[in-house]
């Protein structure tokens, strides 16, 4: 295998096929609301990140229901990870953060996912998911929105937040010995192929569990769909970004666990995504590229 799939090590870990549902809930950002800024990352858009997302309106144990009814017979899968996935999670207050958590703790439930900000993520919550783990016996993974290591380019995009704030939460969400999964943006326009290598040695320093690229995807109605229409950047080409990740993944610790290596968004809500390919034709030709070089995760890792 070229590189740590999400798919087999959960199989690893589990002995069988494990699925994760998105949960979308109806929360917010700080830097959406005021707190720290408006209008939110200059790439967030209003849609919901995950396609098999359900309403926020519904509650969370219907969309599991929902969801694990259809995904089930499709995917042969019988065990579950509750992925709280939209905006941050970690931002609701912490009443309410504890009654959905409760919520998502059903049968075949095996894991709790939940995605924040490094800027977001308070001692009451950590105690409280330590208490989840504790008592129900639940994998619990924080996944962390970096998208760069630039501190440049995290004030571009209005991430409201530095590389320190993403170093302080990750030191205390390994207290609580809880999995990270760290989302990054390989192809952001501010970013050379340099801070993503970098990236890469960060994930391994800080013996980062999981993590997901995704490459960039413009929407319409945002800041950086205005930017772009507007031609006030360039885009590296599909080769260029294909290279890029196999080149991450051979500086990277292949204990790593590679969760996601393209992004995907809505045609009609899009602008620009994968340049005007399937995600799974590049994902395919990534791997392709790989086997033929016999290149593989790690390879070029240095302890």
């Given amino acids: 295998m070229a590189y740590n799939k999400y798919s087999s090590a959960l199989i690893k870990k589990y002995g069988e096929k494990v699925y994760k549902i998105p949960i979308n809930l109806p929360v917010t950002c700080p830097n959406r609301d005021g707190t720290i800024g408006t209008g939110g990352c200059v790439f967030c858009g209003d849609v919901a990140a995950g396609f098999e997302a359900r309403e926020a309106s519904m509650s969370v144990k219907a969309q599991l ?5 259809v995904i089930r017979p499709k995917y042969k899968a019988n065990r579950f990870i509750a992925y709280f996935q939209n905006y941050t999670n970690t931002y ?6 504890k009654s959905v958590i409760m919520e998502s703790i059903v049968d075949d439930v095996v894991g709790i996912s939940i995605s924040t900000r490094p800027d977001c993520v308070a001692e009451p919550y950590l105690e409280f998911l330590s208490e989840i783990k504790r008592d129900f016996g639940l994998e619990i993974e924080i996944e962390l929105g970096l998208q760069s290591i630039n501190i440049n380019t995290l004030e571009k995009i209005n991430r409201g937040h530095g590389l320190a704030a993403y170093i302080d939460a990750v030191l205390r969400i390994k207290k609580h010995q809880f999995t990270i999964c760290t989302h990054l943006i390989g192809n952001l326009p501010w970013d050379t192929e340099f801070d993503f290598y970098e990236a890469a040695k960060l994930m391994n320093v800080l013996e980062i569990e999981g993590v997901k690229i995704h490459s960039l995807y413009i929407l319409k109605n945002t800041i950086l769909g205005k930017w772009y229409l507007e031609d006030n950047f360039e885009m590296i080409s599909s080769d260029e970004y294909i290279d890029r990740v196999i080149h ?9 666990v590679i969760q996601r290596l393209f992004g ?6 899009s602008l620009f995504c994968n340049w005007e390919s399937s995600w799974r034709k ?3 030709q990534l791997e392709a590229k790989m086997e033929e070089n016999a290149y593989h995760q790690g390879d070029l890792y240095i302890k």
């Fill in 65 to 69: 229901a929902k969801n694990i009814e």
């Fill in 92 to 97: 609701m207050k912490l009443q309410q953060f």
């Fill in 248 to 256: 991450f993944l051979r500086l990277l610790n292949p204990e790593i």
């Fill in 264 to 269: 995907r968004s809505p045609e009609e809500d």
């Fill in 282 to 284: 590049l994902h395919n």
